[in-house]
């Protein structure tokens, strides 16, 4: 059984950065692929970010790009979200993902994945 734990959030001003991390115990796959998403209040959840176990791969959404890094360290079996340039629309409920990882599938809708963090606040204020 996948439990994911998510860590990191908080409150900071517009250009500044934050880390989040993502624990993983539990875990029954032996590839699988961890994501990130948000949601912001009243909005859907939408996908920020994902890295396979082996870090082949990446994907991050057009609205992050070169301000967001994700990398995992596998022998924590942790994943880390490093967000830069902060702006206030980035402010979200982060939520940490994790699935079994099939070469050739997409991973950048929530539905495709089946495990779940509890979620942490980012909120950027301008």
């Known amino acids: 059984q996948v439990q994911l734990v998510e860590s990191g959030g908080g409150s900071v001003q517009a250009g500044g950065s934050l880390r989040l991390s993502c624990a993983d115990s539990g875990r029954t796959f032996r590839w699988y692929i961890m994501g990130w998403f948000r949601q912001a209040p009243g909005k859907e959840r939408e996908f920020v970010s994902a890295?396979?176990?082996?870090?082949?791969?990446?994907y991050y959404a057009d609205s992050v790009k070169g301000r967001f890094t994700i990398s995992g360290d596998n022998a924590k079996n942790t994943v880390y979200l490093q967000m830069s340039s902060l702006k206030p629309e980035d402010t979200a409920v982060y939520y940490c993902a994790a699935e079994a990882y099939y070469y050739g599938r997409s991973y950048t809708n929530p539905a495709d994945f089946g495990s779940w963090g509890q979620g942490t606040q980012v909120t950027v204020s301008s």
């Open positions: 890295i396979s176990r082996n870090g082949g791969t990446i």
